[in-house]
């Protein structure tokens, strides 16, 4: 086992940004995630959260986003070990991305919980 090293470690962030720069290039939807993420970060500094509020909507955000990049990642391995259309890889592509749908969904029911006291009272 080798030890550590500060350039391996730097190389490491490099392949981590690599791929999240490819997932913005290839990824409509990562771009939807990217506006809703403001959003939601000018509500909560405009609505003045509390300190539990923004964990809870940070955990909701990254939540989505890691769901996002899983199908991404998914999804690219699909396509390169079976570039030709087989029924089997689209039911785990479609399965990878209702991961993300529910991540989603999930995510507008917590705003929802985090926002409506702010905007409503209670």
């Known amino acids: 086992m080798r030890g550590f090293s500060f350039r391996e470690r730097a190389g490491s962030f490099r392949h981590a940004f690599s791929g999240l720069g490819f997932m913005l290039r290839t990824q409509h939807n990562a771009w939807l995630h990217a506006v809703a993420t403001l959003l939601a970060v000018a509500a909560g500094v405009a609505l003045g959260l509390g300190a539990a509020d923004w964990k809870w909507l940070v955990l909701t955000i990254v939540m989505v986003w890691v769901a996002e990049t899983m199908n991404t990642a998914f999804e690219h391995l699909c396509d390169v ?5 087989h029924a089997s890889v689209k ?17 507008v029911v917590m705003a929802w919980l985090i926002f409506a006291p702010y905007l409503f009272g209670g």
């Open 81 to 85: 070990v079976s570039p030709d259309y």
């Open 91 to 107: 039911v785990a592509k479609d399965v990878a991305a209702a991961a993300v749908l529910i991540c989603a969904f999930g995510a």
